[in-house]
């Protein structure tokens, strides 16, 4: 328990240089890209989640099915219904737009640049 609570902030700023680094990404690679509630601060949210709202597309019904092809693991809609085909009651307090599809990236130590590269590059074929 030492050793892991010795390197938590070490762990934390990591953690958070990698979710700013999805956002930027992000917004360089798909226009309209927004964030869910205030999702996109590292001041206002939880450091290890990103709640994405991608633009309408007629994919969004199969955008988590293709990402998990591609070997993408994300989480559509919000933690609380995880695996419920309900909406999410999350989204809808926020009135997140129910036209445009919600993914959820969660990111640890254990997660590289690289690898939401390839998540990035992903969403951007699966736009194209």
């Avoid at 990591?14 to 999702?39: F, P, T």
């Avoid at 007629?58 to 085909?85: E, K």
């Avoid at 999350?90 to 993914?103: F, H, M, N, Q, S």
């Amino acid at each position: 328990m030492d050793v892991a609570y010795n390197d938590l902030n070490t762990h934390q700023a990591y953690v958070m240089d990698l979710k700013s680094y999805m956002i930027e990404q992000l917004n360089n690679s798909i226009v309209g890209v927004k964030y869910n509630a205030d999702s996109s601060s590292m001041d206002n949210s939880l450091y290890t989640v990103l709640s994405v709202s991608l633009p309408p597309t007629d994919i969004a019904p199969m955008m988590l099915f293709n990402m998990d092809i591609m070997g993408v693991a994300c989480s559509g809609g919000s933690a609380c219904t995880s695996g419920s085909n309900i909406g999410s009651h999350v989204l809808e307090g926020i009135d997140a737009p129910k036209d445009r599809p919600t993914i959820r990236f969660s990111f640890s130590r254990f997660n590289t640049k690289k690898e939401i590269d390839y998540a990035v590059n992903c969403l951007v074929k699966l736009y194209s």
